[in-house]
């Protein structure tokens, strides 16, 4: 739909005398679907180009929407896709289905595609017709499917946004108020929309803001979650905002290189370049070994970046089978395992051929064989130490162990 500038005249005085956002609404869609002219400073953007898009793809904003959920294997296909995602905002999900209690709001989890895989529920509600229908796992709520609403926007674009009452494309979903964020994954990729949504009355409070403060938290973990083998820094320009949701997080690779930043991140260090290098000495201003060697200390330790600005860092190693080794204090301690061994293995030092290639895996090795040496080959202190069980340690030193035997095979 191909609209024309906005006229000025009638047009403009009416614009001057509507003071409610209601009223505002109210006219711009009349000057929209009416008139042909684009309501600009009466509603968002996003909603224009959202009205814009459901134009071309349904005809009538007077239907009503069924509402009606995925075929029964695409719904099984979604939530195992999903899983991570699920486990990852679990804890965040419970503590909003709390927090919104008693506010008549409902949260929806979707995934990248707009369909439902969370819902909290909230049996004292009152009469909800359309949220009743709406608010179901496996029910697609795509801009495709539903028209102009909060999450169809996010899952479109990718950016957060609110839409409120009858700036929703078709006329059944007036009484609707809902705010939709984002969340990424380790590529940079849209993982899911988290929303708020409330029906015949407005929220009370900052919906966007709490949405918003809730994808950041679960968007984090997620990216914690898929880090495996990976060295995660944690910083900040405050060591107090650590363990926070504003904390900034970034994920360097086996090969010493940055693969991922957080929202926080990049504010902090930078975009990270669509192709080119990027070895975290290049964008951090600290080459792996000095990383490595920051994160052996419990406490976060100031450290200045490339672009000079001086900044709080933890470092946490994730080894290959999922173990968290402890490098800063907002990490969660890895118990030792309840089982006692009957010793240490016959060969308490593991080789050192690959100790020293300069890769994430070789600083994790060189690590345990220090900590290994400076207790004398005792494993059960340098579990300790290390925070991870014995049972990781000998499987380490058997794989490493295997490993020196094929090779001399």
């Given amino acids: ?21 209601a009223e505002r609404v109210a006219l711009a869609r009349q000057q929209f679907f009416e008139e042909g002219v684009r309501p600009s400073g009466l509603v968002g953007e996003q909603v224009i180009q959202s009205w814009m898009r459901c134009t071309r793809e ?56 707009g369909v439902i895989v969370h819902v909290t529920h909230n049996p004292s509600a009152p009469a909800q017709p359309i949220l009743r229908k709406t608010a179901r796992v496996g029910v697609n709520i795509a801009e495709s499917v539903v028209g102009t609403t909060a999450p169809g926007i ?28 984002p969340i990424r994954d380790v590529h940079g990729r849209l993982a899911a929309v988290l929303d708020i949504t409330v029906e015949a009355r407005p929220f009370g409070f900052d919906a966007a803001s709490m949405v918003a403060l809730y994808a950041t938290t679960i968007e984090n973990r ?3 979650a898929q880090s495996a083998d990976r060295l995660v820094l944690r910083f900040q320009a405050s060591p107090g905002l650590l363990g926070t949701p504003l904390e900034a997080l970034a994920g360097v690779g086996p090969d ?4 991922w930043l957080n929202a926080a991140g990049a504010r902090l260090i930078g975009r990270l370049p669509e192709s080119g290098p990027r070895d975290v000495e290049r964008v951090f201003g600290l080459d792996l070994r000095t990383l490595m060697r920051l994160g052996r200390h419990e406490a976060a330790r100031p450290v ?21 080794f402890r490098h800063g ?4 301690v890895v118990p030792v395992e309840g089982h006692a061994a009957s010793g240490p293995p016959a060969a308490a030092t593991p080789p050192r051929a690959a100790a020293g290639d300069g ?17 004398g080959g005792n494993i059960s202190h340098a579990a300790r130490q290390l925070r991870v069980s014995r049972g990781t340690l000998y499987r380490r030193l058997r794989s490493w162990a295997a490993g020196a035997a094929g090779q001399d095979g």
């Avoid at 609209?3 to 956002?21: I, M």
């Avoid at 009606?68 to 899983?83: E, F, G, K, M, Q």
């Avoid at 010493?256 to 693969?259: K, T």
């Avoid at 200045?304 to 968290?324: E, K, M, N």
């Fill in 1 to 21: 739909m191909s609209l024309p500038p906005s006229r000025r005249g009638a047009d403009g005085l009416r614009q001057l005398f509507s003071t409610t956002r």
């Fill in 58 to 113: 349904h005809a009538d904003r007077g239907r009503l929407i069924a509402f009606d959920p995925v075929t029964a294997s695409r719904l099984h296909a979604t939530l195992n896709r999903n899983r991570e995602l699920l486990d990852a905002a679990r804890v965040e999900l419970q503590t909003m289905e709390s927090s919104l209690a008693g506010t008549d709001s409902r949260v929806l989890l979707t995934d990248a595609q």
């Fill in 154 to 181: 996010v899952a479109r674009t990718g950016q957060a946004c609110t839409v409120d009452g009858a700036e929703h494309y078709f006329d059944y979903l007036r009484e609707m108020q809902c705010a939709a964020a």
């Fill in 222 to 224: 997620l990216l914690l």
């Fill in 256 to 259: 010493g290189s940055v693969e």
């Fill in 304 to 324: 200045r970046l490339a672009s000079g600005l001086g900044v709080w860092l933890q470092a946490r190693l994730q080894a290959p089978d999922g173990v968290d």
């Fill in 329 to 332: 204090v907002s990490m969660a």
């Fill in 359 to 375: 890769t994430l895996h070789g600083h994790s090795r060189r690590l345990i064989e220090e900590t290994l040496a400076a207790h």
